[in-house]
């Protein structure tokens, strides 16, 4: 598509931004919607983000998203933010109001719960689920949990004193376990969410027995490089219902895309088999 000289233009910032398959996604629904539109990936430094997000009216983009390693960061900038997004503490969207005011908000935990929905029979009333892992990712699974309605969440972590503070802070629905207890969390469990780099492509393996786990149990990992990870295929091989992430890396673009551009895009199994063919060059 030729842009003209009114195109709407928004981008993702990180440091590095290579990684990032937003270009590809939103690219792929400027395409199919006949958009005047472009969306750039932008390498920002971490001492350089202010400055740059203060850019994005002057420069007259629409707004961006904020990958790795910016989002904490990017909440203390933005002008105003949403209460979601000061529950999860991190800023993943940014829109530019008409008066310049940089907007954000944190688009991960719909797009948690939406490929959760999407994907399997779960509910938020079938029983207690576990989170694996203490980061933002961790914090953003317990918000949409939360809000979906699981009245208890166990949080497995490396290092207690993380998963401590975040139950803490997600008081009264989780509780806090020690990583040597992984396992003995998973009994009775109804839903298990990796939130963790561990079983992705480069990092170390996932090392959990999934005996406790009760087989109706659905098993959900966000990492989607490989796309069918280690404990996926574990689940599946025992007979657990397993969904894969690439459907949240789908589904949390959606609000950015329908703020900067004016349509709310689906996602699709034409879209989602775009996005892999792109994944599978890793």
């Given at each position: ?75 203390r ?49 079938d029983?207690?689920a ?87 149990a ?37 609000p ?26 890793d």
């Amino acid at each position: 598509m030729i842009l003209s000289g009114k195109a709407m233009v928004a981008g993702v910032m990180g440091w590095p931004v290579s990684h990032s398959r937003s270009p590809r996604l939103h690219g792929y629904w400027l395409e199919k919607h006949g958009i005047d539109g472009a969306y750039i990936p932008m390498a920002v430094p971490p001492d350089k983000l202010e400055q740059a997000l203060r850019a994005l009216p002057v420069l007259g983009l629409r707004g961006s998203n904020i990958t790795v390693p910016h989002k904490e960061t990017a909440l203390r900038i933005c002008d105003t933010v949403d209460p979601l997004a000061r529950r999860i503490g991190a800023v993943n969207t940014i829109v530019v109001g008409t008066d310049g005011h940089l907007q954000g908000s944190n688009t991960d935990a719909f797009g948690l719960i939406e490929n959760l929905r999407e994907s399997s029979a779960w509910q938020p009333g079938d029983g207690p689920a576990v989170i694996l892992g203490a980061g933002g990712a961790a914090r953003s699974a317990c918000v949409a949990l939360i809000d979906a309605g699981v009245e208890t969440i166990r949080i497995v972590n490396r290092t207690l004193t993380r998963a401590e503070d975040l139950a803490g802070a997600m008081a009264p629905a989780c509780c806090a376990v020690a990583w040597d207890e992984r396992e003995e969390a998973l009994n009775g469990a109804a839903l298990v969410v990796n939130t963790t780099t561990l079983g992705m492509t480069g990092q170390p393996p996932l090392e959990i027995r999934l005996d406790a786990l009760p087989r109706k149990a659905t098993v959900y990992d966000i990492v989607y490089v490989p796309l069918e990870t280690g404990l996926l295929a574990a689940a599946r091989a025992r007979g657990n219902p397993v969904v894969d992430g690439l459907g949240m890396l789908l589904h949390q673009a959606r609000p950015g895309f329908e703020s900067w551009f004016g349509v709310r895009p689906e996602v699709d199994r034409e879209l989602r088999n775009f996005v892999l063919g792109d994944l599978r060059k890793d």
